[in-house]
């Protein structure tokens, strides 16, 4: 159906097994070296179990668009309660809105849910079994209180869940669990190695790339594009994702793109035919900035700030008979370095500052497409050594373990830059006269893009 996104949980924990054994494999690690074992994983992916601890349907993933409706029943009958309580506004994005599409339209799934957990949590639960979660997870949901730390039984309740459906709040680095037997032997760690609660990707990703202190920034491009900024509180205002920091007393608001890396690998299965992204990096660069006018919006899958529009759609325009394949690709990351430049302003007129951004993301392997965020942006760029999701999740473990103590004097040493983008003065002038052109058509085109929404779910 147009706009869903879903996977198979099960598929999850078969990937963790596997993927366990043969890093090990490959590292010569054995299992009784293993002094803990640390999960992250996306947010916002809720997984319905039933009596036996089974998955009653397929995970509703981040991207899925189909409860717009529900967001309307949300607001309608809560305001700006949910902004006021769970610090966060009411769209497909969060569990709250997800839950209740199941529970209208699969009402006989939804009467044999017996708990809820979410993605780490289910993979953690089956190698380590415990009904846990942590307390920057569980604000994913719109269901719990992220500052007094507490699920909010108003919004559960209305829901229709009772207490005992929802995970046990723990903090990241708690030990919350031991390996079990059959854990074992799916995985090859020991049984009995203790686990622990674990926390989000991108939360891990904030703390591994050392983004540590208030005002430093993230610019990420994953499949969305993610830009946070370090702040001792969270900031109230709807157009604002709030997320808590691993480090007591932080936070990392911000906001985003709904489609980054997504965009290539789209560009890569629909009109390039399977080549490798370095081929297309490599046609992309013999191209002007700007494209000659080829102009990128990225909407694939509606769009996050600052719009918080999910009928958008993506759109190439100024296409002429001397654009190639190569245009086509080098407009599609501009118009992703675009859509991260329409967040970044939006969080200047909210007064979120910062003092330096760092670039994150498997997007950031692309020379190229790095370079364009910097131009688009004309913003200096940090790219850390190691900035994977894993690295800072090994680097949380770690702090469990006590190698580390939770707080920058510790965890900055061990964050190496690799090198410093600056933006280029003449590419970046070009790319402000596209940007004014880039949102007026996004102005101008989004009435269009809502009666196409409507023409597809016809």
Known sequence: YPGWVEQNPDDWYTAFAQTTRRVMAEAGI?????????????????VLLDHQDRPLRPCILTFDQRSSEQCHQITARWGNQVQRQ????????????????VKDNEPEVWSRVKRILFQKDYVRH????????????????LLFDPVAEVWLPDFYGDLGLSDGALPRIAQPTEVVSTVSQQGAADTGLAPGTPVIAGTTDTVAEVFGSGLLQPGQGMVKLASVGRLAVVNPTPIDDPRILNYRHVI?????????????????????????QQPSFAEMDAAAAQISPGS???LFHPHLLGEWAPHW???????????????????FTRAALEGVAFALRDAVEGLAEIGLTYREYRLIGGGSK???WSQIVCDVLGEALLLPVEQDAAFGAALITGVAAGFFDLDPASIQPLVKIERRLEPNTRRHAIYNDLFEIYREADRQLSTIAHQLAEFERR
């Open 309 to 327: 529009d999910d009928r958008l759609r993506a759109n190439f325009i100024g296409a002429t008979m001397r654009h190639s394949q190569a245009h």
């Open 30 to 46: 054995t299992a009784d070296q293993i002094a803990l074992v640390g999960l992250v994983a996306v947010t916002h992916n809720t």
């Open 86 to 101: 769970a610090r966060n506004s009411v769209t497909p994005l969060w569990t709250w809105p997800q839950l209740l599409w």
């Open 292 to 294: 000659e006018g080829l």
């Open 126 to 141: 089956r190698l380590a079994p415990g009904y846990v979660t942590d307390s920057i997870d569980a604000a994913g949901t």
């Open 366 to 368: 692309s020379q190229l």
């Open 248 to 272: 007591d007393g932080l936070w990392y608001p911000g906001s985003g793109t709904k489609s980054a890396a997504t965009v290539p690998r789209w560009l890569r299965d629909n009109l390039w």
